[in-house]
């Protein structure tokens, strides 16, 4: 008894190796980044997490970076009367004692001209430099087209 739960233990901790990670630079804490899997004609893609700032002073995402794309840039989506758009913007403030989502429809990084097509099970490096926190380099899990959410899920 006492093996197969130590089997099934690791079965279940490599198994995980491959999901969300949490990377912490300073205060700010960089949750569960992600993108998702696109056709092989779209050479780009997009990225996703949440930062949260658990400091007392705000901060600002001010560059991204990729050596899987061309140009990687901060982008957010918004609807007009009949149309989204997505436009590229500057920076991306972070409170503090607040969380920011980049997400699909929202927020997010924006990859063009990437060097292979995104494919699902797989991770690339993402730089993010931060104006106060400084940089670091998050790796970004490439998830199947149909997840919505960031997660995998399977029945």
Not at 58 to 76: C, E, M, N, P, W
Request: charged content about 15%; hydrophobic content about 45%; aromatic content about 6%.
């Amino acid at each position: 008894m006492a093996t197969r739960l130590l089997v099934f233990s690791a079965l279940f901790a490599c198994s995980t190796l491959g999901m969300a990670q949490d990377y912490q630079l300073g205060e700010l804490l960089i949750s569960n980044p992600w993108s998702r899997e696109l056709p092989v004609e779209l050479p780009g893609g997009s990225a996703y997490f949440t930062v949260s700032n658990l400091g007392n002073q705000s901060d600002r995402l001010i560059a991204v970076s990729s050596s899987r794309a061309q140009q990687a840039k901060l982008h957010t989506q918004a609807a007009t009367d009949v149309l989204m758009s997505m436009q590229h913007v500057a920076v991306m403030d972070i409170p503090a004692q607040a969380q920011v989502t980049l997400q699909p429809g929202g927020n997010h990084v924006m990859l063009s001209g990437t060097d292979q097509p995104l494919k699902a099970g797989e991770q690339f490096p993402l730089m993010l430099e931060f104006e106060r926190a400084g940089k670091v380099e998050v790796l970004v899990n490439v998830q199947p087209a149909e997840a919505q959410d960031g997660h995998a899920h399977s029945h």
